[in-house]
């Protein structure tokens, strides 16, 4: 595989409008411009992000322009895609301090130095110099009937939710950033095709030029959850080497490949598919190493191997009782571990209770006890679990 052929298909989803008509362009020797988007609506660039910014990378080492586009103006509403409720909406100053430190993040994988450097763009620039009149004019390129047919807005419909004109508006906001820009690229996560095709139809009506979009995988488990990103389970690429180690081990198994694929750069022949445990491991170790360095990478990994794979758990445990055959959530939520069944719920979906003894994740919310546990529940409460 040469690097044309890696970049138009290693993390890719899909190409539109083709890929043929994409590897054309690349492989005349043209240099083109391409961005992606990234809404500070948090502080920190979590693993989702790193898929993202691998295909930057690539593109990047092949000579072509890479716009890192801070998304301050649209993050002030919050992008809708996936959302079953309106987000809450920041105020420019929030926006601008949750991106103070994005590019040093991102500098982990992408330069911003040297040759060919990255460029850094926030659409404040331009979305908050856009009048009322001219943004209506924008907006008249696209039509309601595109927008409220997004399945998302459709299920908000069913269920009685707003959708508020702000979130309504925001496609026609992040698709004149391509505009404002005149890429020939936008890459982005399959979740935000939507978005992106608008763009892409925003740039034929108002500039009569066409746009590629790329879209990557999603990092999803077999239930369609996202990995890394859950509320209170997040994998931010600041996160401490051994912090982040131990939560890329509670990966499912199912994901280890695709993560090889879109968060690393070893060879796709080379990505190994034996035994899950040692092969989450150097999956886990690549990455550290990536965001840090080698030597924080091997540590992190000796602490891991020390607290969980030779089950050195610390002195002091929390012990309680059960019988078998009760589940699992009703002994944490009666003895007061979790707060509700809810919240156990939440733990199990995005997989952050792990069972030390077996050494894998509990993923059946319906778990029941047969044995004696020992849980690791979050980053840093260990429980175990003994028989009445």
């Known amino acids: 595989m040469d690097k044309v052929d890696e ?54 080492a092949l000579g072509h322009h890479v716009i890192f586009l801070i998304g301050d103006y649209t993050a002030r509403i919050g992008d809708p895609s ?41 659409n404040g620039d331009w979305l908050g110099k856009l009048s009322a ?15 409220i047919e997004r399945d998302m807005f459709q299920e908000r419909l069913k269920q009685g939710q707003d959708i508020n004109t702000t ?32 763009g892409r139809k925003l740039m034929r009506q108002m500039l009569k030029k066409e746009k590629f979009v790329m879209t ?16 209170g389970n997040a994998i931010a690429l600041d996160d401490k080497p051994e ?3 131990g939560k890329i081990m509670a990966f499912p198994d199912e994901v280890i490949s695709s993560c090889f694929e879109a968060l690393s750069t070893i060879p796709m022949t080379e990505i190994p598919n034996k035994n899950p445990l040692e092969d989450k491991k150097r999956l886990a170790f690549e990455i550290v190493k990536d965001l840090n360095d080698e030597n924080q990478a091997t540590q992190a990994q000796k602490t891991w191997e020390a607290t969980f794979q ?35 719920r939440r733990l199990v979906t995005s997989h952050a209770i792990h069972d030390l003894s077996k050494k894998e994740n509990i993923t059946d919310v319906d778990f029941k006890i047969e044995s004696e546990l020992i849980l690791k529940i ?4 260990f429980i175990k679990i003994v028989k009445k």
């Open 7 to 60: 970049l138009l298909t290693r993390g890719v989803d899909k190409i539109y409008p083709s890929r043929d008509l994409l590897e054309k362009e690349l492989r005349s020797g043209k240099k083109l411009k391409l961005y992606q988007g990234f809404d500070p609506t948090g502080d920190r660039l979590h693993i989702g992000h790193m898929v993202g910014l691998r295909k930057l990378a690539q593109w990047q």
């Open 82 to 122: 996936g959302k079953l409720s309106a987000r809450k909406v920041l105020t420019h100053e929030e926006t601008l301090a949750n991106a103070k430190n994005y590019k040093k993040q991102a500098s982990k994988i992408i330069k911003f130095d040297g040759d060919n450097p990255a460029e850094v763009l926030f």
């Open 133 to 147: 009149v001219e943004f209506l004019n924008i907006a008249g390129n696209l039509t309601y009937s595109q927008v």
């Open 167 to 198: 979130e309504f508006l925001y496609p026609v906001m992040q698709a004149y950033d391509s505009v404002a820009m005149e890429v020939d690229v936008e890459v982005g996560g399959r979740d935000q095709m939507f978005n992106m095709m608008m």
């Open 216 to 231: 990557t995988k999603l990092l999803e488990d077999k239930n369609g959850v996202k990995i890394g990103k859950t509320e």
């Open 243 to 245: 912090d982040l180690f």
């Open 310 to 344: 030779k089950k050195e758990i610390p002195e002091e445990i929390l012990e309680i009782k059960a019988k078998d055959g009760e589940l699992l959530s009703g002994v944490l939520v009666k003895n007061k571990i979790l707060p509700s069944k809810s919240e156990w």
């Open 378 to 381: 979050g980053k840093k409460k």
